[in-house]
């Protein structure tokens, strides 16, 4: 799939780009990031324009963003049923969810890029828990300034030696994800234990004496 979707992207050219970010954050299997170090190799070699490959790349991720939102808003019941019909769905929701109520702005920016495989769970979150919609936009915009530029930079400077590349940023996100899902849990563990901890305080106080 990975020879075919990079043959496309060298004779469609940036819709294609746009296309495969766009269904990368609607939780669809496809090699964006490796596309759009290819995009940014086509645009080192002449081929494309750098900035519509940066752009392309950037309007298809943020559009997929906007609408896993609305489908999380929309749709929550028929998402979780959706979700929990997988193991892996399930817990990648579960996940997003933790780190939205932990940090909800930080875990749609770092999302974006530092923890995108979380990243569509996270819109589905955000659409679900009724994050403001404001909110979520400005972090997303960033998150996703950060994704595409780091990608489609990385193929222009390293054009001939992309199959390494990104080799090298699938471990290293893999490797942070891992180590970020470790803490938001931790936090998200903290605050439910200070919030019964507070409930009980409060039972204590307004349970008549014997």
């Known amino acids: 799939m990975t020879d075919w979707l990079m043959e496309a992207l060298a004779l469609g050219g940036v819709p294609v780009l746009m296309l495969v970010t766009f269904l990368s954050c609607l939780a ?18 002449g081929d494309l324009s ?5 752009l392309g790349a950037y309007g298809g991720a943020v559009t997929g963003d906007q609408v896993g939102y609305q489908i999380g808003h929309s ?18 929701m579960a996940r997003a969810e933790a780190m939205l109520e932990a940090r909800a702005g930080l875990a749609v920016f ?5 923890l995108s495989p979380l990243g569509p769970y996270v819109n589905f979150a955000a ?21 595409v530029s780091l990608y489609v930079g990385l193929g222009y400077a390293f054009g001939s030696r992309i199959e390494m590349i990104a080799e090298i940023s699938q471990n290293a996100v893999g490797l942070l994800a891992a180590l970020a899902v470790m803490v938001v849990a931790a936090l998200w563990m903290r605050r439910a234990l200070k919030r019964a901890h507070a409930a009980g305080d409060r039972d204590a106080v307004t349970s008549p004496s014997p």
């Open 110 to 114: 770092l999302s974006r890029w530092l």
């Open 127 to 147: 659409g679900a828990a009724r994050l403001d919609r404001l909110r979520f936009t400005l972090w997303d915009l960033a998150g996703e300034a950060v994704w």
């Open 50 to 54: 750098l900035w519509s490959v940066a």
């Open 75 to 92: 749709g929550s019941e028929w998402l979780r049923r959706r979700a929990g019909s997988g193991r892996r769905g399930a817990i990648a």
């Open 28 to 45: 669809m299997p496809v090699p964006s990031s490796l596309l759009m170090l290819g995009g940014g190799a086509l645009a080192a070699s």
